[in-house]
């Protein structure tokens, strides 16, 4: 049988790695390739990679011999796709099937949309038939309104559209999203846990899959989201840049309660 | 293989199709140590010890660009009669039927008897996207070494192989499907093992190594 996901989202603002609450404070953790490269040592699952800059410009601020200067988001994910043998997502600020194809050759499999769905949603349908809905992911950012989970636009300024999240992400699969990757603005960053009645919601009204990100802070979150959903994939980003080992020791505790994940391992390559 | 082809030192030829995941499938040959090119000149094809068609996509769309890219007639020359090891990924390998049914019907390269339909499921969500293990029901040559049995799927159809000897292992997503088949040189993945960690590139290196 299928296997449950764990996802590691990487978060990539002007070529740093940094971490978001609420999804307004961002805080830079470190050099972006060699994050990936410990991920590819940690034998993950699949792995997210989101450019959430604002603007064009992408320096590690290194010139010494170790560190290669990147300058864009595309030589970064050259850089990744040669040392990571794994599923690969790459988003942020996709406007056209000519950035889609370009990532999808660099080595990415699946490419994840946000704000071009919103302000044109025929462009979901338009890349989804180019490259097949399985290279299509959709992300849907939500803040509750009163009692209604609303889908948010980011850019160009955070502004709440006239969608409820369970009719636009129904529409998404209708244009041919492959997946839908979810985020809550209420619960980004915060550590205490996810919304379970958001992703509940969400993964009722949708027939492909859901990957659900926001608000792990320990072991028991994603647990308690396996116990009280019917997700088999779960993503967080902070949770995994903040305890050593992070994803093997999630993986393992997740195994060892016999929830059907693939098991830890350490990556002990050798021909 | 030949006793010619093992003499020489590894070349792997990717045939290109405009499929999607080249680069990966590149890379990760790269990373195994094996000079390898991404071509479907002749000269190359004739060059190389082992043949590989990756694939992401649809079944019909594929064929029409292989059918347009490939020098096919070359290619069969070198699979049937020169026996070069040839593995087809994921659509590369539903492409070895000898019909397809994505979209509509379509004539696949006939290389190994079968038909390429659609995944029965109920409530499982379709496409298959994951992990998911293969259950081994003959052990070959690139199934060697490897770490575990999990390798990682993207895809909505399956290669119905109608000779059960051509099935090399299965796995379950609703019902059982072939997974890892083979004839002769030829071997057909439905998984991506360039996406697979170690235990694709340990059967990625079989192949090089051992087929």
Request: proline residues 3%; hydrophobic residues 35%; contains cysteine.
């Amino acid at each position: 049988m299928k296997k449950i996901r764990i996802i590691p989202v990487l978060l990539l603002k002007n070529g740093w790695l940094v971490q978001s609450r609420n999804f307004n404070t961002f805080e830079n953790i470190g050099n972006p390739t060699y994050a990936v490269q410990r991920f590819s040592e940690w034998m993950c699952d699949e792995i997210v990679y989101l450019d959430i800059s604002t603007d064009n410009t992408y320096d590690l601020r290194r010139n010494d011999i170790n560190y290669n200067n990147r300058k864009s988001f595309l030589e970064i994910i050259k850089d990744v796709s040669k040392v990571s043998f794994m599923p690969l997502t790459v988003g942020g600020k996709i406007n056209s099937l000519k950035k889609i194809e370009k990532y999808l050759k660099l080595g990415a499999d699946k490419i994840s949309i946000n704000t071009m769905a919103i302000t044109d949603r025929k462009f979901v349908n338009k890349a989804a038939k180019e490259f097949g809905s399985q290279s299509i992911v959709v992300s849907v950012d939500v803040k509750k309104y009163k009692s209604k989970y609303m889908v948010m636009k980011n850019k160009p300024n955070q502004s709440c559209t006239e969608f409820e999240v369970k009719e636009w992400v129904k529409i998404m699969q209708e244009e041919g999203a492959g997946e839908i990757l979810l985020n809550s603005y209420d619960k980004d960053g915060l550590k205490k846990g996810y919304d379970i009645n958001l992703i509940d919601l969400v993964n009722k009204s949708i027939n492909i899959p859901l990957i659900p990100i926001g608000g792990a802070g320990k072991l028991d979150h994603f647990s308690a989201l396996l116990n009280k959903t019917k997700v088999d994939t779960i993503a967080a980003a902070n949770f995994f840049h903040h305890y050593d080992q992070s994803y093997y020791l999630l993986k393992k505790h997740l195994f060892e309660k016999k929830y059907n994940v693939r098991k830890h391992e350490f990556n002990t390559w050798s021909k | 293989m030949t006793k010619y082809l093992k003499s020489k030192k590894p070349f792997v030829c990717i045939l290109n199709y405009g499929s999607g995941n080249i680069t990966s499938v590149y890379n990760a040959i790269k990373f195994l140590g094996y000079s390898t090119k991404v071509s479907n000149n002749m000269s190359d094809i004739s060059k190389s010890t082992h043949l590989i068609l990756p694939g992401v996509g649809a079944f019909d769309s594929s064929m029409q660009k292989i059918k347009y890219k490939l020098p096919l007639q070359y290619l069969k020359k070198e699979i049937f009669k020169n026996k070069k090891p040839f593995l087809g990924i994921c659509v590369g390998m539903q492409v070895l039927a000898t019909f397809g049914y994505e979209f509509k019907k379509t004539k696949g390269l006939n290389y190994i008897d079968g038909e390429t339909i659609k995944i029965k499921t109920k409530k499982l969500k379709l496409p298959h996207i994951g992990w998911n293990k293969i259950k081994i029901l003959k052990k070959i040559d690139i199934l060697e070494n490897l770490n575990n049995k999990d390798f990682y799927f993207v895809h909505s159809y399956y290669f119905k192989a109608k000779n059960k000897n051509n099935i090399i292992a299965t796995t379950n997503y609703n019902h059982s499907f072939p997974s890892i088949i083979n004839k002769n040189n030829i071997y057909g993945v439905q998984f991506h093992p360039e996406k697979s960690l170690t235990n694709g590139l340990k059967l990625l290196n079989n192949f090089i190594k051992n087929c």
